[in-house]
């Protein structure tokens, strides 16, 4: 069967569990993006993207990542994270060796995939890379965008996967019900805050999402990473490795009362960049070694210094 689509283009505490295109002709089982990146149905489990409601094998551990994840994640323990991690003082490595780090990491909340988070980076990067191949500063941001989960490692803290992965949201005002598994919020000491439970909580309209603290993670470490290692990554790189899983503002609409007119200008690079880091999540293998030379290009053109700190 075939169907028709039109183409777009000191370690803190951690709380307690609780435009236009054509028509192109495909395979029912595959979308085409830009170029002609092709988007499956399914994941590698064999269900739909983002379904966190599918019964499967991961199921079950990913509800309960995101029930600690909503409790655990207040504005108080954002503001002693960013404190902390904004010191850059862990590690100094070249953004190479952190990559080869991911090898030892997989993300708990993801329902879409189990496989070493270096293996994504690279599906990312080369997907973005054949669709936008002038566009050299997103191939980047694609490698680079979850260098942050490193978080989880033993020299960078060794941080729980609730206080590193997953979707992000804002702390300081109320938690919009297009969250995933947004029930488990009625446990966090923020939901019935005054001071945090309405709509602009802390903040004011149109402030701007670089003035709004996000939930705690690997978005916002690596945003702060490369932004303090002086990068000359345009702003829409830093803004989509910052909010590249802010779900509830680029797929729900969420949160939009925040937005300055820069953000407004740089979500549509967001929402370009997420369909490939949701999307090209597959079991088909890059080879490193032949692409490694041009990202390494593009991480000294980009980046001043050739170690980082971490």
């Known amino acids: 069967m075939t169907i028709l689509i039109e183409q777009q283009e000191h370690q803190p505490e951690f709380g307690v569990e609780g435009g236009g295109g054509k028509e192109v002709v495909v395979d029912e089982k595959e979308l085409v993006l830009d170029g002609g990146f092709l988007v499956p149905h399914t994941n590698s489990f064999g269900q739909t993207f983002r379904d966190y409601d599918a019964e499967g ?108 992965v997953g979707d992000t949201f804002p702390v300081g005002c109320a938690f919009d019900e297009s969250i995933v598994h947004h029930k488990y919020f009625k446990e966090n000491p923020d939901y019935n805050n005054p001071a945090y439970k309405t709509k602009h909580g802390v903040y004011s309209e149109k402030c701007g999402l670089n003035n709004v603290l996000m939930s705690w993670g690997h978005d916002d470490y690596m945003y702060l990473v490369a932004k303090e ?22 797929r729900a609409g969420a949160y939009k ?12 690079w967001l ?14 293998r890059v080879d490193v070694e032949k692409v490694k030379p041009y990202y390494l290009s593009l991480i000294e053109k980009y980046f001043p210094a050739a170690k980082l700190r971490w």
């Open 57 to 164: 094998e991961r199921q079950p551990s990913v509800e309960k990542f995101y029930k600690i994840n909503h409790i655990n994640q207040t504005y108080d323990f954002v503001q002693r994270m960013r404190k902390e991690y904004s010191k850059l003082n862990r590690v100094e490595m070249s953004i190479w060796e952190c990559c080869e780090l991911l090898n030892e990491v997989v993300d708990e909340s993801d329902p879409d995939l189990d496989e070493p988070q270096i293996e994504h980076l690279l599906q990312t990067a080369e997907a973005i890379r054949k669709d936008y191949p002038n566009e050299d500063w997103l191939h980047l941001t694609g490698l680079i965008h979850d260098l942050g989960k490193v978080l989880l490692l033993p020299c960078f803290g060794e941080l729980p996967q609730w206080a590193v």
């Open 229 to 250: 290692n002086k990068t000359t990554l345009p702003s829409a790189a830093l803004f989509v490795i910052r909010y590249h899983s802010f779900y509830a503002l680029h």
């Open 271 to 284: 929402h370009v960049f997420n369909k490939y880091d949701l999307y090209s999540k597959s079991k088909v």
């Open 257 to 268: 009362h925040l937005m300055n007119e820069e953000d407004v200008e740089n979500l549509k």
